[in-house]
C-alpha cells in the first residue's frame, strides 16, 4: 500500500522511489522465498536525514523519505538510499526489531540488492532545517542529566525515567524555570 506523492517536491522522481522500494521489497521477498511486508512509502522526512523506517503498531513498516534530499541527489538518493531503506525493512522482518540496524544482517540484505552497505550518506545538507529540542536539567542523586522537551514531557505526563547508575528517579533541577 502506497501513499500519494507529496505535490511540489518532484512528484515524478518521489513515483520513482516508490516503484524501487517495491522492486528491491519484491526481490526480498523472491529471494527469501517470503511475502513481502506491508509497507507505506510518504515523502514527510524533514531535516538532514534521507530516510527512516518506522515499524508501526500494526506491524506494518512505513519508509520516510526526505523529499528536498530527493530532489537535490534523486540519482545518488534513488541507488543508495531507497535500497538503504528497503534493506532495513527486509532485515526488521526477517530478523526482528531488536537486530542491529546496519548489522551484518542488514549488510547481506544490501549486497543482495547490489549496493554497497554505507551507513550514511554525504549529501549535500546546507539550507535544510533540523528540530532543535529545547534542553531541562534533570538529577539524581548522582548527576545531572540534560533532557529533551521530548522526554520533559513525557516525565510531565506521568512517565518514570531512572538513572542507570543508582537507580533513582530524575527529579527536575531548581534551575530551569517551567515554560
Given at each position: ?19 524501487l522500494t517495491n522492486r528491491f521489497l519484491d526481490l526480498?521477498?523472491?529471494?527469501f522465498d517470503a511475502e513481502p511486508e506491508a509497507s ?64 551484518h544482517e542488514w549488510r547481506a540484505i544490501m549486497a ?68
Amino acid at each position: 500500500m502506497w501513499s500519494k506523492p507529496k505535490p511540489g517536491y518532484g512528484i515524478d522522481l518521489q513515483r520513482q522511489a516508490e516503484r524501487l522500494t517495491n522492486r528491491f521489497l519484491d526481490l526480498a521477498a523472491q529471494h527469501f522465498d517470503a511475502e513481502p511486508e506491508a509497507s507505506r512509502v510518504c515523502f514527510d522526512l524533514q531535516g538532514t536525514s534521507a530516510g527512516q523506517v518506522r515499524i508501526l503498531e500494526d506491524g506494518e513498516y512505513l519508509v520516510r523519505y526526505n523529499p528536498r534530499l530527493l530532489e537535490r541527489h534523486p540519482r545518488a538518493f534513488l541507488s543508495q538510499t531507497v535500497p538503504h531503506e528497503a534493506a532495513h525493512v527486509v532485515t526488521f522482518s526477517l530478523f526482528g526489531p531488536r537486530v542491529p540496524p546496519h548489522g551484518h544482517e542488514w549488510r547481506a540484505i544490501m549486497a543482495l540488492f547490489g549496493v554497497a552497505p554505507e551507513r550514511c550518506h554525504n549529501y549535500r545538507v546546507e539550507g535544510l532545517q533540523t528540530q532543535r529540542l529545547r534542553r531541562y536539567d534533570y538529577r539524581c542523586a548522582c548527576r545531572t542529566y540534560q533532557l529533551t522537551s521530548i522526554r520533559h514531557n513525557r516525565i510531565r505526563s506521568g512517565q518514570l525515567y531512572r538513572c542507570k547508575q543508582c537507580g533513582q528517579s530524575l527529579e527536575r533541577s531548581n534551575s530551569d524555570s517551567d515554560p
